[in-house]
């Protein structure tokens, strides 16, 4: 499933349901999606008529859940769940659906834990970091927060769902680093926050399916789209450990402003940019590195796999949040 929301950085892989709807005799559903603005809309019609197979379903339930889809409401919603990296995971209505774009903290996130390391994400939604990150490295511990316990609850069934998990995985209700029980404090090796960078001026100008049925707490940035990320660097340092990561997602055009938020609380900032999906983040690490730990990379500060690329300084080119 293709992510649905306009501006959501686009998809990062073709649908797994894409070539079937015409073939299954949905030409009209096609047309009905396509009429209503849907921008994919062969796969999201593919996607609804699998869910419609689905056991205690079918045509009622399929009509209902198109007419909630042509009346605005996100594809992901509808079908509780949301397609990130290859992989499937739980969202539900009223909550941020991951965008493609956070692939970007996903990678930073798997090269930079060391084994048996613990990572933290904060501003987490549905968890999609540390569901992911979890999936693909048994070895570690992953902690998750969020202010809204709607998302709160949707994390932890995600996080419950992961298998052979070596550590704890926990999802945390409260506002940013006030969520976390204390035993936590210090212990941290990777943070990563997709904390809001919206100006509160431009959330009104986002796609519909964001302004109506995702929670503002999810969406404003603040006056310049910066407050919430502000607080996340200023707190930090004293959950990280020595040598210990911090890692930001953000709008190109929000990358200067965030590098030098991290420059005056003494973490040197580097810009990871993933292009296949317009992913940005701004990561430092917290001064005592211990070489030679990292679970995906032999050296103390190794180059994220795959598609990403990593900058000395900010980068400057501009973007949309």
Do not use: K
């Given at each position: 499933m293709r992510n649905s929301l306009v501006g959501g950085g686009g998809p990062a892989h073709p649908s797994p349901y894409s070539g079937g709807p015409e073939s299954m005799g949905a030409p009209a559903l096609v047309a009905r999606l396509r009429a209503a603005g849907?921008?994919?809309?062969?796969?999201?019609?593919a996607a609804l008529l699998a869910a419609a197979a689905g056991p205690g379903r079918g045509a009622p339930w399929l009509e209902h859940v198109v007419a909630r889809r042509v009346a605005g409401a996100p594809l992901e919603h509808l079908l509780e769940e949301v397609e990130l990296a290859g992989e499937r995971m739980a969202v539900a209505a009223g909550v941020f659906v991951p965008r493609a774009r956070t692939r970007v903290l996903v990678d930073v996130a798997r090269a930079r834990l060391p084994l048996g390391g613990v990572l933290l994400e904060l501003c987490c939604g549905a968890a999609p970091v540390a569901t992911l990150v979890g999936r693909a490295r048994p070895d570690v511990t992953v902690?998750?927060?969020d202010v809204d316990t709607a998302a709160v609850a949707v994390a932890r069934r995600n996080l419950a769902g992961i298998?052979?998990?070596?550590?704890?995985?926990?999802?945390?209700?409260?506002?940013?680093?006030d969520a976390l029980p204390p035993r936590w404090r210090g212990r941290v090796d990777v943070l990563v926050a997709n904390a809001p960078y919206v100006p509160s001026a431009a959330v009104a100008t986002m796609p519909r399916e964001a302004r109506e049925h995702e929670p503002r707490v999810a969406l404003d940035g603040g006056p310049d789209g910066t407050a919430v990320q502000q607080r996340v660097v200023a707190g930090a340092a004293a959950w990280l450990r020595p040598g210990g990561f911090l890692a930001v997602e953000t709008s190109r055009a929000g990358v200067p402003a965030l590098a030098a938020r991290f420059r005056a609380h003494g973490l040197v900032p580097e810009v990871h940019v993933d292009d296949d999906v317009d992913g940005t983040a701004v990561v430092g690490r917290l001064a005592?590195?211990?070489?030679?730990?990292?679970?995906?990379?032999?050296?103390?500060?190794?180059?994220?796999?795959?598609r990403g690329r990593d900058h000395g300084g900010p980068e400057r080119r501009g973007g949309h949040a």
């Amino acid at each position: 499933m293709r992510n649905s929301l306009v501006g959501g950085g686009g998809p990062a892989h073709p649908s797994p349901y894409s070539g079937g709807p015409e073939s299954m005799g949905a030409p009209a559903l096609v047309a009905r999606l396509r009429a209503a603005g849907c921008v994919y809309p062969e796969d999201e019609a593919a996607a609804l008529l699998a869910a419609a197979a689905g056991p205690g379903r079918g045509a009622p339930w399929l009509e209902h859940v198109v007419a909630r889809r042509v009346a605005g409401a996100p594809l992901e919603h509808l079908l509780e769940e949301v397609e990130l990296a290859g992989e499937r995971m739980a969202v539900a209505a009223g909550v941020f659906v991951p965008r493609a774009r956070t692939r970007v903290l996903v990678d930073v996130a798997r090269a930079r834990l060391p084994l048996g390391g613990v990572l933290l994400e904060l501003c987490c939604g549905a968890a999609p970091v540390a569901t992911l990150v979890g999936r693909a490295r048994p070895d570690v511990t992953v902690l998750a927060a969020d202010v809204d316990t709607a998302a709160v609850a949707v994390a932890r069934r995600n996080l419950a769902g992961i298998v052979g998990l070596a550590g704890p995985a926990e999802a945390h209700a409260g506002d940013l680093y006030d969520a976390l029980p204390p035993r936590w404090r210090g212990r941290v090796d990777v943070l990563v926050a997709n904390a809001p960078y919206v100006p509160s001026a431009a959330v009104a100008t986002m796609p519909r399916e964001a302004r109506e049925h995702e929670p503002r707490v999810a969406l404003d940035g603040g006056p310049d789209g910066t407050a919430v990320q502000q607080r996340v660097v200023a707190g930090a340092a004293a959950w990280l450990r020595p040598g210990g990561f911090l890692a930001v997602e953000t709008s190109r055009a929000g990358v200067p402003a965030l590098a030098a938020r991290f420059r005056a609380h003494g973490l040197v900032p580097e810009v990871h940019v993933d292009d296949d999906v317009d992913g940005t983040a701004v990561v430092g690490r917290l001064a005592g590195a211990r070489a030679g730990q990292y679970g995906d990379g032999a050296s103390s500060d190794p180059a994220p796999p795959g598609r990403g690329r990593d900058h000395g300084g900010p980068e400057r080119r501009g973007g949309h949040a």
